[in-house]
């Protein structure tokens, strides 16, 4: 099955599209709040880079409690999946 890592890129490029299309927020504006600059973002989005060890803790930042909680449960769930997947 696929690494941690591979499914934690899946899962953020689509947690973070949903998230700034929520808040109606340009790449831009989401780039400012990250502290990283727009084109970094623009890879962030599409994939091409895992958010770094200060981005992550940044973007949870912006979420409410309840959704850090979802967040990360919801990828701790699809982890141990690929995992037992993995042992299979």
Known sequence: MRKSEDLFLDFWVVRVREFRA??????EKLAEK???NVRN???LERGVHRP???TLPLFLNLLPDQEILAFVHTFGKLAEAGHSEEVA
């Open 41 to 43: 973002y623009q890879k």
């Open 34 to 36: 990250l502290h990283v």
């Open 22 to 27: 929520k808040m109606s927020l340009s790449q």
């Open 52 to 54: 770094s060890a200060i």
